[in-house]
């Protein structure tokens, strides 16, 4: 059984500081990663995703990956307000996600004005 | 504009009644998808579909079943074997090759027992 392992929060950070988010996962033949940020009451939406060692970088929000290590990390440079929301991390197997993913239960995350 | 529409928004289900949750695509989607979402939970799969007439089983599939007769077309009915079925269902879609790179999630369905 695929597991995905997060902190569940409350994460609570001052606007303007960098928020950072972790994941673990226990299947080592992961190949792709995905956070997704869900507000309440909402569908998920995609805001990274990273399928090799390191770190990528989308504007604000940076995805780091150590398969050795088996965790998933998303940091959130000069945070706002408006990224209070549930992070998600999912992971898929060799498929990429086609036929489907595991998500963690989700880090609830505060920005304090 | 392309989206997943998911119908109704809200459902309530009586005990013994068996509820059929709507989800349509109009973007061209291959891959389509049903998930569940418990609160403080995160997603768990219960059935996925990578082509038309054709669906395999998520991780939670007893107590509910779909069919996939039109590409644009996913629904999900809950049977009255679900024995907890009170939960935020989501459904999404993606092209074949993209899988979670591409999901686009419909805006969910409410259900709840009562």
């Known amino acids: 059984q695929k597991e995905v392992e997060q902190n569940s929060g409350p994460l609570s950070v001052p606007e303007g500081a960098i928020a950072s988010l972790n994941c673990t996962y226990s299947d080592r033949g992961s190949q792709s990663f995905f956070w997704y940020r869900q507000y309440s009451g909402k569908s998920p939406e995609l805001i990274m995703s990273?399928?090799?060692?390191g770190d990528k970088e989308d504007g604000r929000f940076t995805a780091q990956l150590n398969k050795a290590s088996q965790y998933v990390s998303l940091l959130i440079r000069d945070s706002q307000p408006s990224d209070s929301a549930t992070y998600l991390c999912?992971?898929?197997?060799?498929?990429?996600?086609?036929?489907?993913?595991?998500f963690g239960k989700g880090t609830h995350l505060i920005i304090q004005p | 504009d392309g989206g997943i529409t998911q119908s109704p928004k809200y459902l309530f289900r009586k005990e013994g009644q068996n509820v059929t949750l709507s989800c349509e695509q109009n973007?061209?989607?291959?891959?389509m998808y049903w998930y569940r979402q418990d609160p403080g939970q995160g997603l768990r799969l219960i059935y996925y579909s990578q082509i038309v007439n054709d669906f395999q089983k998520g991780d939670i599939a007893e107590g509910y079943s779909v069919s996939r007769e039109k590409k644009e077309s996913f629904p999900l009915t809950v049977t009255s074997a679900q024995k907890n079925p009170t939960a935020f269902y989501l459904c999404?879609?993606?092209?074949?090759?993209?899988?979670?790179?591409?999901?686009?999630f419909g805006s969910g369905t409410r259900l709840t027992v009562v």
């Open positions: 973007l061209n989607h291959d891959a």
């Open positions: 999404a879609s993606s092209k074949h090759y993209e899988g979670g790179r591409g999901y686009t």
């Open positions: 990273i399928y090799s060692n």
């Open positions: 999912a992971v898929s197997g060799i498929g990429g996600g086609a036929d489907g993913l595991t």
